[in-house]
């Protein structure tokens, strides 16, 4: 079965940045789309950040340009760069994993425990 490990998160400074990495087995990791799910104090959970099976990838205009998201699939690791974090970037980052999700950001059937992220102003 799919599963999914986060790891990474930790407290920061508004300004700094953090790098996410998720641990993935139980697929095939190189034929899945991967992605990064954020839930501030709350909210719902929201898409961020998604990578194809093809290496192609696509962002929420929140974190266009400030985080970066890759996979390594010798590694079967899916990363998150964040850089300039912000307070509102706190919250819970999730994992998550589909072989075909409807949407970019949306949709995906398997997921992460998630791993905290504190931003502080």
């Known amino acids: 079965r799919v599963q999914l490990v986060e790891s990474g998160g930790g407290s920061v400074q508004a300004g700094g940045s953090l790098r996410l990495s998720c641990a993935a087995s139980?697929?095939?990791?190189?034929?899945?789309?991967m992605g990064w799910f954020h839930q501030a104090p709350g909210k719902g959970r929201e898409g961020i950040a998604a990578?194809?099976?093809?290496?192609?990838?696509t962002y929420a205009d929140s974190v266009k340009g400030r985080f970066t998201i890759s996979k390594d699939n010798a590694k079967n690791a899916l990363y998150l760069q964040m850089n300039s974090l912000k307070p509102e970037d706190t919250g819970m980052y999730y994992c998550?994993?589909?072989?075909?999700?409807?949407?970019?950001?949306w949709g995906f059937g398997n997921w992460g425990q998630g791993t905290q992220v504190t931003v502080s102003s």
């Open positions: 998550a994993a589909d072989p075909s999700p409807p949407a970019r950001l």
């Open positions: 139980g697929y095939t990791f190189s034929s899945y789309c």
């Open positions: 990578i194809d099976s093809d290496g192609s990838t």
